[in-house]
């Protein structure tokens, strides 16, 4: 989250998973926080929902709201000429398009 924080999204009940406890709350209070390694934290809240019988929640009205999104906003961006700095859209894409399927590719703002 950058910008004026408390404007984004002052509603949102957010859950912060990373495996540095220092990282908590540094720019936002999360209202769960959880301190491990993202992908084992991930694996134990699905574990834990199925166990609890929770069902997935219909998504078919934000799928909706997103493709619309995502044909008015598209994520183009203009090829750099020679010379030029590197886009990062482009350092990402090189990095997916040169990686495993498997791989995870995290970028930080900070």
Do not use: N
Request: proline share 7%; with cysteine; glycine share 8%.
């Amino acid at each position: 989250v950058t910008g004026r924080v408390g404007a984004f999204a002052p509603d949102a009940k957010i859950i912060h998973a990373d495996i540095d406890p220092a990282e908590m709350g540094k720019v936002r209070r999360p209202d769960v926080p959880l301190v491990g390694d993202v992908r084992l934290t991930i694996e134990d809240l699905i574990a834990a929902t199925k166990q609890l019988g929770l069902k997935q929640a219909d998504r078919k009205a934000w799928k909706s709201t997103l493709s619309g999104w995502q044909e008015k906003f598209p994520l183009t961006y203009d090829q750099p000429e020679e010379g030029d700095a590197l886009k990062p859209q482009m350092v990402l894409e090189h990095l997916r398009d040169s990686t495993p399927d498997d791989c995870i590719v995290a970028s930080g703002v900070g």
